[in-house]
Structures are given as structure tokens and as C-alpha cells.
């Protein structure tokens, strides 16, 4: 079981940064693969980001490519989502996620969540 919490959340403006936090617990955090995915409003949920353990491997979904960078700190359990040149199309809640697969954009491979985090960016 692990258990995964988000944090940083927040308001900011168009083109402004924000980062955010992911502090996992319950498994050796450099057992799995973490990623990030996000679901504004009448949305599908869709993939952000994903790294893997140890940094060997990073992948990013196309509308965030070059705008975002997902980071990972193994010796404290935690993953990051620096989001810089935020849009309003960005505006989604963000949730973290592992895997114990390979490296996945797909949801279904994703097999626990964390309870999300909301990201506005004002025009």
C-alpha cells in the first residue's frame, strides 16, 4: 500500500510558476515510477508527467512539454511538478501517482493516487 499526499497548489496568474509536492509513504520510494497527471473541469483525466526511480527515464505529455519539469527527491519520498509560463488551460486538479510497471502515460497502469491538488491560473 502506499499512500501518496500533493501539496502547492494554488492561484497564480498567466505565465507565473508554481510548484508542487508529492510526499509518498507506505513503500521504498525507489521501488516505483511517479507520475503526474490533471483533470480540469467537464475533463478527462490526462497525463502530465512521469519520471523513474533513480531519474533513468522522463516523459512529458505534449501540452506541457517544455513548460514543466517533474522532479524527484528519493531520499525524501517526494516528487515534484515545477510548472513554469502557466495558461488558463493549465488550470486543472493535479494528482500524483505511482506505478510499479514501466514507465506509463496511461492511466490505467497507475495503481495509487493521491487526493489532488488544485492549480488556477488567472488571465
Known amino acids: 500500500q502506499v499512500q501518496l499526499v500533493e501539496s502547492g497548489g494554488g492561484l497564480v496568474q498567466t505565465g507565473g510558476s508554481l510548484r508542487l509536492s508529492c510526499a509518498a509513504s507506505?513503500?521504498?520510494?525507489?521501488?516505483?515510477?511517479m507520475g503526474w497527471f490533471r483533470q480540469g473541469t467537464g475533463n478527462e483525466r490526462e497525463f502530465v508527467a512521469a519520471?523513474?526511480?533513480?531519474?533513468?527515464?522522463?516523459t512529458y505529455g505534449d501540452s506541457v512539454r517544455g513548460r514543466f519539469t517533474i522532479s524527484r527527491d528519493d531520499a525524501k519520498n517526494t516528487v515534484f511538478l515545477q510548472m513554469d509560463r502557466l495558461k488558463p488551460e493549465d488550470t486543472a486538479v493535479y494528482y500524483c501517482?505511482?506505478?510499479?510497471?514501466?514507465?506509463?502515460?496511461?492511466?490505467?497502469?497507475?495503481?495509487?493516487w493521491g487526493q489532488g491538488t488544485q492549480v488556477t491560473v488567472s488571465s
Open positions: 501517482a505511482s506505478t510499479s510497471t514501466g514507465l506509463s502515460t496511461r492511466l490505467s497502469d497507475y495503481e495509487y
Open positions: 519520471r523513474n526511480r533513480g531519474g533513468t527515464g522522463l
Open positions: 507506505g513503500r521504498p520510494f525507489d521501488s516505483y515510477r
